[in-house]
T-cell receptor
C-alpha cells in the first residue's frame, strides 16, 4: 500500500549547519508530496509541497525536490537556525487520503 | 493562507464525562475534515474522515460510539469524546481540505485532552 518512510530522529545540529531529512515514499499513481512542521505544543503547519515529478517546493529557506526516479522528497536547508527546532513530517496525498511519516525531531543548538 | 481553528486548546475533565472539541475552517469551505490523534513523540493517527452532511468514516480500531463526529456545516466539525477515560488523554488534531484546493490539508493547532 501507499506509505511514507522518514529518517529516524532525533537530529541535533549546530546553528548554521546544513540539514537533510530523508523521505521516501511508496505510492500507486502520482501523489502530491508535502513537508509539515510541528513546533512544540502546536498543530502541524504546511512547510512546502510539490505536486508533480521534478517540482521543487521551497519556503523559509527549506527546499525539497520531487524525485520520481528515486521516489524521494528529501528536505534540505543550507543553514539552520535555533528557531527551526521542531518535528518535521513528510506526507503524501493520493487524492483520497494523506499518509504521514513518523516525524523527525530536529534540535538546533546555538 | 487557509486557517483552521480548534477549541478548546486544552481541556481537563473527570473520568466518565464527555468532552466536545470544535474544528473550524475560518476562511475557506471544507467539505472534508479529518480528525487525528497524536501520541507523545509519535506520528499522527487518522481517526476518522468527516464529510459535510453525511456520516463520518472511521478508521479500523476507532470506536465510533466513543468518538462522535458531526460535520454539520462547511466550516465546522466537532469531535465528542464520550465517557472519557484516562487512556483517552492525548493530543487531538483536526485538519480540513479546501474545497477549491483539495490537494492540501490545513491543520488546526490541536487540543490537549487530559482525563483525570
Amino acid at each position: 500500500g501507499d506509505s511514507v518512510t522518514q529518517m529516524e530522529g532525533p537530529v541535533t545540529l549546530s546553528e548554521e549547519a546544513f540539514l537533510t531529512i530523508n523521505c521516501t515514499y511508496t505510492a500507486t499513481g502520482y501523489p502530491s508530496l508535502f513537508w509539515y512542521v510541528q513546533y512544540p505544543g502546536e498543530g502541524l503547519q504546511l512547510l512546502l509541497k510539490a505536486t508533480k515529478a521534478d517540482d521543487k517546493g521551497s519556503n523559509k529557506g527549506f527546499e525539497a525536490t520531487y524525485r520520481k526516479e528515486t521516489t524521494s522528497f528529501h528536505l534540505e536547508k543550507g543553514s539552520v537556525q535555533v528557531s527551526d527546532s521542531a518535528v518535521y513530517f513528510c506526507a503524501l496525498n493520493t487524492g483520497n487520503q494523506f499518509y504521514f511519516g513518523t516525524g523527525t525531531s530536529l534540535t538546533v543548538i546555538p | 493562507g487557509a486557517v483552521v481553528s480548534q477549541h478548546p486548546s486544552r481541556v481537563i475533565c473527570k473520568s466518565g464525562t464527555s468532552v466536545k472539541i470544535e474544528c473550524r475552517s475560518l476562511d475557506f469551505q471544507a467539505t472534508t475534515m479529518f480528525w487525528y490523534r497524536q501520541f507523545p513523540k509519535k506520528s499522527l493517527m487518522l481517526m476518522a474522515t468527516s464529510n459535510e452532511g453525511s456520516k463520518a468514516t472511521y478508521e479500523q480500531g476507532v470506536e465510533k460510539d466513543k468518538f462522535l463526529i458531526n460535520h454539520a456545516s462547511l466550516t465546522l466539525s466537532t469531535l465528542t469524546v464520550t465517557s472519557a477515560h484516562p487512556e483517552d488523554s492525548s493530543f487531538y488534531i483536526c485538519s480540513a481540505r479546501d474545497w477549491g484546493n483539495q490537494e492540501t490539508q490545513y491543520f488546526g493547532p490541536g487540543t490537549r485532552l487530559l482525563v483525570l
